[in-house]
C-alpha cells in the first residue's frame, strides 16, 4: 500500500512531505517512510528509509513499534508517534476524517 504525508506551516506552506508505504515483511507487516523537505530534499542517506515493523493489532489499532494507527469511528482515524527531539520526548497526535 502506498500513501503519502504532507505537513503544512501556519501559513499553509509546505513543512515537509512524507512518502509511505506499508509492505510485507516477516510474516507481518512493516510501515516505512521517507521524508523530504517543501523543495524535495530528503532527510534520510539515499537507500534508506525509516522502518517501523507492526508489534500489535488489537480490534481497530495497529501499532507500528510507537506510531500507532486507531480507527476511533466510522469515518475518523488518530495516528500518533513519539518523537525525540534535542533531548526531549513529544508525542504528535494527527486527527483525520473522510473528506466527503
Do not use: C
Not at 504525508?5 to 515483511?25: A, H, P, S, W
Amino acid at each position: 500500500m502506498v500513501g503519502h504525508f504532507r505537513q503544512l506551516n501556519k501559513d499553509g506552506t509546505v513543512m515537509f512531505y512524507e512518502l509511505i508505504t506499508i509492505v510485507e515483511e516477516g510474516g507481518s507487516l512493516a510501515y516505512r517512510l521517507k521524508h523530504f523537505n517543501a523543495d524535495l530534499t530528503g532527510w534520510e542517506e539515499k537507500g534508506k528509509v525509516v522502518s517501523f515493523p507492526l508489534i500489535e493489532r488489537k480490534g481497530d489499532r495497529l501499532d507500528f513499534s510507537g506510531l500507532v494507527y486507531e480507527r476511533t469511528g466510522k469515518n475518523t482515524m488518530t495516528a500518533s508517534v513519539t518523537v525525540k527531539e534535542g533531548g526531549k520526548t513529544e508525542t504528535l497526535t494527527f486527527r483525520f476524517r473522510r473528506k466527503g
